[in-house]
């Protein structure tokens, strides 16, 4: 056993556990907290659907996914998750009647929200729908005005033997009994999207020959899609035909481009009855719609006081049964047989552990630990601490050193402030960065559980950048450069009497027995 060094890598040894199947799954998952382990597959050639707890894998994986669904409902509806900080709560591993539990809970919260949204996405179908009629019906009044000013050159236009469509048509339905029932038109009234008003009306002259009459207008308020959440831009139309087959297929060029029919009386009274109906509506679906979502923002609110927490133990528990699908089991036994490599110096650490374990669940079976003898190369570890651990992970995205060999992450807990120095050298800019990094390092307690991928790389980093900070304060002020502007700091120790006739090519300077600082 060899004293740990930061020049070189840890000593590692090969051990064998023999774990009772009982204490299994909170044994792996204290030698996960202490990170001291790592175990070596004796499966190789297993299958990953035929290991020994694929079920209980595919379980958190269902959890996992109702997780990210919660997830996703919390940050449409913006509601802050409460973080979770480090506890002995957080460490420990779960029994199998708590992660029943937990699966029966979310569960649970997954049907309600699911039956919460159906129900709201149904509702707020309905309310857009009698929105849009609204829209509807008030233009619509204008529309019939404005058609019944224009009955006489309506006529007149289907009645021209230039329409040969509406005569086929015509001739289809069969032989007139003579008789003048006067305008006689059908009309087709719906909301269609803005953006397609124009190609709708293009395919409604062509396919039609001008068989219609047709008037649009914008409705002023965007509605929101539920399906979608977004706001869109719609008008109301309304279009006037002469017979059964030509409105026919309006109403089916009509709802292949997206529009929503509504049928809509001629007659002006039964609109009214229907406005005022369709208003009444209206309130009430918006009374019941304001329900409905404080009911769904109420639960989503008690489902992000533990979401992280449940996030965590997903995570961990599935670590925890994806590593135990390494091990061998021994039916004889009953107990699982684990390799893994650990730090020769660590290993009463783990057998420590692995007693405590055996303690706390009332096994009368303890684990046992077998140091194995093999001269297969061993992993490199290089232990660190909060200081050099950034700095590690500098070298170690370049390359891992061999086994044993010395360590150049020591080395760059200098060489790299410096380095960096050398380049941005600039005491302005040096003292911003010096009091970053010191920020980050005397409040590294507070901001352990900020989540943010960018930021956490930045916390990580945060003794690099206190260094960086102090390196480009002292190469900053060898360059005598302030925020990109030059100053004599101190005293020079060249004096330059240029003489009369100076010629180009020729030194001046002259040393004035002052040696300057750097």
Not at 19 to 41: K, Y
Not at 49 to 58: H, L, N, T, W, Y
Not at 133 to 161: C, G, N
């Amino acid at each position: 056993m060899t004293e740990s060094t930061f020049f070189r890598s840890e000593e590692m040894s090969l051990i064998q556990l023999y774990i009772p199947a009982e204490v299994a799954q909170p044994t792996v998952s204290e030698l996960g907290e202490l990170g001291l382990v790592q175990f070596r597959d004796l499966n190789p050639d297993v299958n990953a659907f035929q290991r020994a707890f694929v079920g209980e894998i595919r379980r958190f994986d269902e959890m996992e996914r109702q997780l990210r669904f919660f997830t996703s409902q919390i940050e449409k509806a913006e509601i802050p998750v409460r973080p979770t900080h480090p506890s002995v709560y957080m460490s420990r591993a779960r029994s199998r009647q708590e992660l029943d539990d937990l699966e029966e809970r979310l569960s649970e919260h997954e049907n309600r929200l699911l039956q919460m949204n159906n129900s709201h996405e149904t509702m707020q179908r309905r309310y857009l729908e009698l929105v849009e009629l609204k829209h509807v019906l008030r233009e619509t009044s204008d529309f019939f005005q404005e058609a019944a000013s224009h009955q006489e050159d309506i006529r007149h236009s289907f009645d021209e033997p230039t329409a040969p469509l509406l005569d086929d048509l015509e001739a289809q339905a069969g032989p007139s009994d003579g008789r003048d029932h006067g305008l006689n038109l059908g009309n087709v009234t719906g909301v269609i999207p803005r953006h397609k008003m124009q190609t709708f009306e293009r395919i409604l002259w062509r396919s039609l020959r001008g068989n219609l009459y047709m008037n649009t207008a914008e409705i002023e308020e965007p509605v929101i899609d539920p399906s979608t959440d977004l706001t869109v831009e719609k008008n109301v139309f309304i279009i006037f035909a002469h017979g059964r087959e030509i409105l026919a297929k309006i109403r089916k060029i009509s709802e292949s481009l997206g529009a929503t029919l509504y049928p809509i009386d001629p007659t002006a009274d039964r609109r009214r009855d229907a406005l005022l109906d369709v208003v009444r509506h209206i309130e009430e679906f918006n009374s019941v719609l304001v329900n409905t979502t404080q009911t769904r923002r109420q639960e989503l609110m008690r489902i992000s006081e533990n979401l992280t927490a449940w996030m965590t133990i997903v995570k961990k528990e599935k670590a925890t049964y994806h590593t135990m699908n390494h091990f061998n089991y021994d039916v004889n036994r009953k107990c699982l047989i684990a390799e893994g490599w650990c730090p020769t110096n660590d290993i009463n650490t783990i057998q420590t552990a692995l007693r405590g374990v055996t303690e706390r669940s009332g096994s009368m079976v303890p684990s046992i630990l077998n140091e194995l003898r093999t001269h297969k190369e061993p992993p490199t570890y290089h232990k660190t601490n909060k200081f050099t651990a950034g700095f590690q992970a500098i070298v170690d995205a370049y390359g891992m050193a061999r086994y044993r060999e010395v360590n150049p992450g020591l080395f760059t807990c200098i060489s790299f402030p410096f380095l960096f120095a050398v380049m941005f050298g600039d005491v302005g800019h040096g003292i911003l960065v010096l009091l970053a990094g010191l920020y980050l390092v005397l409040n590294e307690r507070k901001l352990a559980n900020v989540d943010g991928e960018m930021f956490n790389m930045v916390y990580g980093g945060r003794y690099i950048v206190l260094l960086m900070g102090a390196f480009s304060i002292f190469t900053g002020m060898m360059y005598n450069d302030i925020f990109s502007r030059a100053l004599p700091w101190f005293q020079t120790g060249w004096v330059f009497n240029v003489p009369d006739d100076y010629e180009s090519g020729v030194i001046v300077a002259e040393p004035n027995g002052h040696t300057y600082i750097f």
